[in-house]
C-alpha cells in the first residue's frame, strides 16, 4: 500500500496523504442491490422502448438516473428528452426497485466504519441515487456512523459521476477537505472516475460482474475484490 501512496503523490504533486474521510458510494459498496437495480432498470426501460443489459446496468452505475435514461433515449431513439420527462421514467424505475427485497449489506461494511471511526476520520457516502427511502435506509442502518450532512446526493450536483463534482461535494460536506484528505471506496467506471478526476486516492471494490481492468483502466489506485479485504488492509491507510 505504501508503494500505491507515494505513486498518487507523484502523480498529483501533493506533498503528503492525511485522510480525514472515508467517502463511500452505495450501491454496489454498501449493499449489494445492483442485481436488484438491474432487474429494474431493464424492465422499467422496456416500458419506455429503451432496451437495456445487466451490463448496461454495472457499465452505467453511480451516474444520476436522469442522465443514464436521456443518454439512452438519445442513442436508441436519437432525441433528446427534457429534465422532467427523464424523471418520470426515472420515478417508474424507482418504483419497481422499491417493489423489491432489501438488499443486504455487504460484509465488512460495519467492520470498515468502526475502524475508520476509531481512526478520527468520518464516514460520508456519496451516490448518484436521489431516492428519499435509500436515504433514510442509510441514515437508519448506519446511524452510528453517518448523519445527512455527510450524504451527497444527485440533488446536490449539476453533473453526475463521472464528472468530479460529487467527491468534490463530498469533500467539502465532509469539512471542506483537500482531495488528499480523502479516500473514496467505489465499485464503479464511472464512479472511480470522477474520484480520481477529483484527485482524491481512489479504493475499487469489484463487487460484480465487470472485469478487474474495467476500474483500473479509469485510474484506480488499488483494487480488491471484496470490502473484508479492505477492513484487513485498513492499517495501512493510517
Known amino acids: ?52 443489459t445487466t451490463a448496461d446496468a454495472y457499465a452505467t452505475e453511480g451516474a ?38 432489501e438488499a443486504p449489506i455487504f460484509d465488512g461494511v460495519f467492520s470498515i466504519m468502526e475502524k475508520i471511526q476509531r481512526s478520527g476520520m468520518t464516514v460520508n457516502v456519496v451516490t448518484g441515487s436521489g431516492q428519499r427511502p435509500l436515504i433514510e435506509r442509510l441514515l437508519h442502518d448506519f446511524r452510528q456512523y453517518l448523519d445527512e450532512d455527510h450524504i451527497t446526493t444527485a440533488y446536490d450536483v449539476k453533473r453526475g459521476k463521472p464528472y468530479p463534482d460529487p467527491y468534490l461535494t463530498g469533500l467539502r460536506k465532509a469539512g471542506n477537505l ?18 480520481v478526476s477529483a484527485g482524491i486516492f481512489t479504493v475499487a471494490i469489484n463487487s460484480g460482474p465487470l472485469p478487474d481492468v474495467s476500474l483500473l483502466d479509469e485510474g484506480a489506485n488499488v483494487l480488491y475484490d471484496t470490502m473484508t479485504q479492505l477492513v484487513d488492509d485498513w492499517d495501512n491507510y493510517v
Not at 483537500?178 to 474520484?195: M, Y
Open 1 to 52: 500500500m505504501k508503494n500505491e501512496i507515494k505513486q498518487y503523490l507523484k502523480e498529483h504533486g501533493f506533498g503528503h496523504f492525511s485522510p480525514k474521510a472515508v467517502l463511500f458510494d452505495m450501491d454496489g459498496v454498501l449493499y449489494d442491490s445492483m442485481p436488484l437495480h438491474a432487474i429494474a432498470w431493464q424492465e422499467s426501460m422496456k416500458k419506455f422502448g429503451i432496451h437495456m
Open 64 to 101: 444520476r438516473g436522469i442522465d443514464t435514461i436521456r443518454l439512452f433515449v438519445k442513442q436508441q431513439q436519437g432525441k433528446d428528452i427534457s429534465l422532467e420527462e427523464a424523471q418520470r421514467m426515472y420515478d417508474e424505475k424507482t418504483r419497481l426497485f422499491h417493489a423489491m427485497p
Open 178 to 195: 483537500q482531495p488528499n484528505e480523502g479516500i473514496v471506496v467505489e465499485n464503479a467506471p464511472l464512479g472511480v472516475r470522477a474520484g
